[in-house]
């Protein structure tokens, strides 16, 4: 018998009886919290930064404004051919991805309570650019913003995910004697537009 | 060694030990704060429980019901009775590919199968990639922390250990600095790794996928340059549905760091353009642990490192006193479960305050575990000499009043009047490192008696 056979059959013997799976009920936990002001408090929390906007130009000129020195920038956004010095062409080879200084994505999913932002393949060109790039800016429309994190599931279909990846804040660490540093391995800043 | 012994060894360092004592504290009150902000926390918690207690009663049904989701997503999937088949399997899909640079990130369970010493013997280079762990990796020690895995270093060390490797700059300790200098050092390594390695927090039963949480986006950065991603996950991190993840990830890194999520929760389901990804499913003594009635709950944990942060004995001891991949109360209920000769001093590392089980995001008995263990190890095992006839000499004292008023006014003026030499000479291991009080004139018994009695007078 093979291990896969061997261990099945040790845990069907071992296991318990049968204990009913408890429903979750969301209602428990709702506040009725201000979606888009508990958002911006807790991306700031986690030192990312947040600015309302009214189209997704504004974005472009004010993430121009933020970052002006750069060489290698990168947006999906609808007319984004101004901001942009690469291409889809560059993606093919990742690796080759390591000098990107700013990338812009569209999110449709955010969450109020922990300041999360939900991409998936489709807002993505290629999976390692979220984390590669130098500053990771995003645009989320407001009303997509959902409460806690059971409601974000609720509009996440598990059938029709290849990947997806909730990003909260810049990337950090705190492993050297528990002082807090932004910027480890993945994107050194984190920047969300709400529109 | 016994857990005291290496505790010994730890508290050598005094100023050390105060520090890691405090810093583990502030992680528990981040904790605190954190958790307080949720309305419905003790709710969350039962779901937590119940979902897991649920899932280990079916576990069979819902490992092969992930496998047969994996399968068709496009993910190779294999399954490991022990650490040296785990090896084994990594070590093959390694092999047909001829990949010889390794990244990983976190992972207790390719820790627990000793993976790294065994690639690292077939010419295999094997990159921690997380910054704790790959402190811990260039010191040639072991995590003592499954959140933090570096805690046990200041930085003065890490330092010194990055001008060795990395050939830093001697820079005083300054984590920026130091932080930066691996970041480099990690993009090199990402960008040239045949595989990636990476753990799994939770398995999705119905998708067939799974969730990797950091907050240094390494586990992404692997994943997603190598031609190759190989998870291995131990059988219990399998939940049933994606829900569940509402649930889980709220619970986690509150109750690890604080933080009302990690950084990035990453949802890996098929294989990225040109990946080709592996799941390894490892049992290494599950199986047995559940199949103890007692203590099967301890495979309920989601690893957040909570009841270490909160642990009066952790936080003075280090992790390395417990001589074991999961350190700390959960560490001392999982390791008896493997081998119980080896691991029996762990149960008794412990006051049995219960702070662990109060603060575990999925309500697991663990001190409740901790004592029953010691039942069974008080049965089971040789214990110390000095130990075992204290403790039949006490059963019988405690068992007749009489005796024990006598020697209690033995012991009394004894207290009193021996020199400290002999009262902490070698048997008595308590006096150590503490004094004993001077014993007083009166028992409570003989003080309690008194004291009624002048209540009867004085109401006369
Ligand atoms: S036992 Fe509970 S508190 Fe301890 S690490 Fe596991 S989940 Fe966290």
């Given at each position: 018998?093979d ?7 040790k ?9 009913a ?5 969301p ?7 201000d979606?888009?002001k508990?958002?911006i ?7 990312g ?13 004010k993430?121009?404004e ?8 990168f947006?999906n956004?609808?007319?984004?051919g ?9 993606f093919k080879?990742?690796h080759e991805?390591n ?5 812009v994505?569209?999110?449709t999913?955010?969450?109020a ?11 993505i ?7 590669i790039?130098?500053?990771l ?6 009303e997509n913003?959902?409460p806690?994190?059971?409601q974000a ?13 909730f ?6 660490t ?13 994107a050194m800043?984190?920047?969300?537009f709400?529109k | ?5 290496l505790?010994g ?10 520090w890691h ?5 502030f ?7 954190s ?9 969350l918690?039962?779901?937590?429980h ?6 280990l009663?079916?576990?069979d049904?819902?490992l ?7 399968l068709k ?8 009775a022990?650490?040296?088949e785990?090896n084994q ?7 047909a590919?001829?990949?010889?640079k390794v990244?990983?990130?976190?992972s207790?369970?390719t820790e627990e ?13 094997v990159?921690d990639?997380?910054l704790?762990e790959r402190?811990?990796q ?11 895995p570096?805690?046990h270093?200041?930085?003065l060390e890490v ?5 060795e490797h990395?050939g ?12 930066g200098?691996a970041?480099k ?6 960008i040239?790794a045949d595989a990636?390695?990476t753990?799994?927090?939770f398995?999705?039963?119905?998708n ?5 949480c950091?907050?240094?986006?390494n586990a992404?950065m ?10 291995c ?9 994606q829900?569940?993840?509402?649930v889980?990830?709220?619970l986690l890194a ?6 009302p ?9 098929k294989p990225?353009?040109?990946v ?8 290494n003594?599950r199986s047995?642990q559940l ?11 989601i690893?957040?490192?909570a009841c270490?942060?909160t ?9 390395h006193s ?10 001392s209920?999982?390791?008896p ?6 691991y029996s ?5 412990s006051?049995?305050c219960g702070?662990?089980?109060d ?11 901790l004592y029953?263990w010691?039942q069974?190890?008080g049965?089971?095992?040789?214990q110390p000499?000095?130990?075992k006839?204290?403790m039949?000499?006490m059963?019988?004292?405690f068992?007749k ?7 209690g ?5 004894a ?10 000479a070698?048997?008595n291991?308590?006096?150590?490192t503490?004094?004993?009080p ?9 003080w309690?008696?008194e ?9 006369k």
């Amino acid at each position: 018998m093979d291990s896969r056979d061997t261990i099945l059959k040790k845990l069907k013997a071992n296991k318990p009886e049968f204990i009913a799976l408890p429903k979750i009920n969301p209602a428990v936990f709702d506040e009725n919290i201000d979606k888009v002001k508990e958002f911006i408090r807790k991306t700031e929390v986690a030192g990312g930064k947040v600015f309302e906007v009214t189209d997704n130009k504004e974005v472009l000129s004010k993430t121009q404004e933020a970052f002006p020195e750069t060489k290698v920038n990168f947006s999906n956004l609808d007319d984004s051919g101004f901001f942009n010095t690469i291409d889809s062409e560059s993606f093919k080879n990742p690796h080759e991805l390591n000098d990107l200084d700013v990338l812009v994505l569209e999110s449709t999913l955010g969450v109020a309570e922990n300041g999360a932002v939900w991409l998936t393949d489709n807002d993505i060109p290629v999976r390692v650019i979220p984390f590669i790039t130098k500053h990771l800016v995003l645009v989320l429309p407001k009303e997509n913003i959902v409460p806690y994190m059971h409601q974000a599931y609720s509009a996440i279909n598990p059938m029709d995910l290849d990947y997806g990846i909730f990003i909260s804040g810049p990337s950090k660490t705190a492993d050297i004697e528990q002082s807090l540093v932004i910027g480890a391995q993945g994107a050194m800043s984190l920047t969300v537009f709400l529109k | 060694m016994s857990h005291s012994k290496l505790a010994g060894i730890f508290n050598k360092d005094e100023k050390k030990v105060d520090w890691h004592d405090k810093a583990l504290w502030f992680v528990r009150h981040k904790r605190d704060l954190s958790v307080h902000q949720v309305k419905g926390w003790e709710e969350l918690r039962n779901l937590g429980h119940g979902i897991k207690a649920h899932t280990l009663s079916h576990l069979d049904v819902y490992l092969e019901q992930f496998e047969a989701n994996a399968l068709k997503n496009g993910v190779q999937v294999h399954w490991a009775a022990n650490g040296d088949e785990h090896n084994q399997i990594v070590h093959s899909i390694l092999k047909a590919d001829n990949a010889k640079k390794v990244v990983k990130s976190k992972s207790m369970l390719t820790e627990e199968c000793h993976l790294n010493p065994f690639l690292e013997a077939n010419d295999i280079e094997v990159i921690d990639t997380d910054l704790g762990e790959r402190i811990v990796q260039l010191a040639k020690e072991k995590p003592s922390h499954i959140v933090l895995p570096a805690i046990h270093k200041n930085k003065l060390e890490v330092d010194e250990l990055f001008q060795e490797h990395l050939g830093t700059e001697p820079c005083d300790g300054d984590p920026q600095y130091l932080t930066g200098e691996a970041r480099k050092h990690l993009r090199e390594k990402f960008i040239h790794a045949d595989a990636a390695i990476t753990g799994v927090n939770f398995a999705i039963a119905e998708n067939g996928g799974f969730v990797v949480c950091t907050n240094e986006g390494n586990a992404d950065m692997g994943a997603h340059l190598a031609p190759i991603h190989i998870a291995c996950m131990g059988v219990e991190k399998i939940i049933p549905k994606q829900e569940h993840l509402g649930v889980f990830l709220r619970l986690l890194a509150r109750s690890a760091t604080g933080q009302p999520i990690t950084t990035y929760s990453s949802h890996f389901r098929k294989p990225g353009k040109g990946v080709k990804m592996h799941i390894v499913i490892v049992d290494n003594g599950r199986s047995k642990q559940l199949s103890r009635p007692d203590f099967r709950a301890s495979l309920h944990c989601i690893r957040c490192g909570a009841c270490m942060n909160t642990c009066p004995i952790y936080r003075r001891s280090g992790g390395h006193s417990y001589d074991a991949t999961i350190p700390g109360p959960i560490g001392s209920i999982l390791s008896p479960g493997k081998d119980l000769t080896k691991y029996s001093t762990l149960p008794f590392a412990s006051t049995l305050c219960g702070s662990c089980s109060d603060v575990c995001p999925v309500k697991i008995d663990i001190h409740t575990q901790l004592y029953k263990w010691r039942q069974i190890i008080g049965k089971e095992t040789p214990q110390p000499f000095i130990k075992k006839k204290s403790m039949a000499a006490m059963g019988k004292i405690f068992s007749k009043p009489s005796l024990y008023g006598k020697v209690g006014a033995v012991a009394r003026w004894a207290l009193r009047t021996l020199p400290k030499s002999l009262i902490n000479a070698w048997p008595n291991i308590w006096g150590k490192t503490r004094d004993l009080p001077v014993g007083p004139k009166k028992s409570f018994d003989q003080w309690y008696k008194e004291r009624e009695n002048n209540k009867k007078t004085d109401q006369k």
